[in-house]
């Protein structure tokens, strides 16, 4: 039975028990939603004037950079959209590290110099934009759920100091 099951599907087991275990054969969603989100989405953030690769862009200004990252539940079935803003010649964090202008994220930034785009408000994952459904177009419809809040960042960069940050109360 062993050789009907192909070797590449065999993946050393964490834990115990088994030393191996047979991996099923699923798509992976999370790459599906990646594709549908840079097929639907980026282009608009292009148009924008961002730059950079997925999950992370960034638009330089004269006076400062705005930062969009895309976030993906660690266990799955969502995202949310993370915006930041860092001065023009990039960041340098608390230990000293200096991140340039072509790399910063909005992941380098603490937490409370970051604000959430989600579809609902909400503390958990509940609130993020999901992707776990069963439709068959499920993918391509939550990228096209996120090209309205897009613009809903687009408000939040113009008025960011006053935006509400990850972590900070209202």
């Not at 292009?46 to 660690?74: A, K, M």
């Not at 200096?98 to 909400?122: E, H, S, Y």
């Not at 177009?137 to 008025?159: G, K, L």
Request: glycine fraction near 8%; charged fraction near 25%; proline fraction near 7%.
């Amino acid at each position: 039975m062993a050789l009907a099951v192909p070797l590449s599907r065999f993946t050393p087991r964490v834990g115990g028990g088994s030393a191996f275990y047979v991996r099923p054969l699923m798509p992976d969603t999370r790459d599906q939603m990646s594709q549908a989100l840079k097929d639907v989405v980026v282009p608009v953030l292009r148009d924008r004037g961002f730059t950079g690769s997925f999950p992370h862009f960034r638009r330089r200004r004269q006076e400062h950079i705005d930062l969009f990252t895309f976030q993906f539940d660690r266990n799955g079935g969502g995202f949310i959209i993370e915006i930041a803003r860092c001065q023009p010649e990039g960041f340098t964090t608390h230990w000293g590290k200096q991140i340039a202008p072509q790399k910063v994220t909005a992941w380098d930034l603490p937490p409370k110099q970051r604000a959430r785009i989600q579809p609902i408000a909400g503390s958990g994952t509940d609130s993020w934009f999901r992707f776990d459904g069963a439709a068959a177009d499920i993918f391509t419809r939550t990228a096209t759920s996120v090209v309205p809040f897009v613009e809903q960042a687009e408000r939040m960069f113009d008025d960011f100091e006053q935006v509400q940050k990850v972590g900070r109360a209202v």
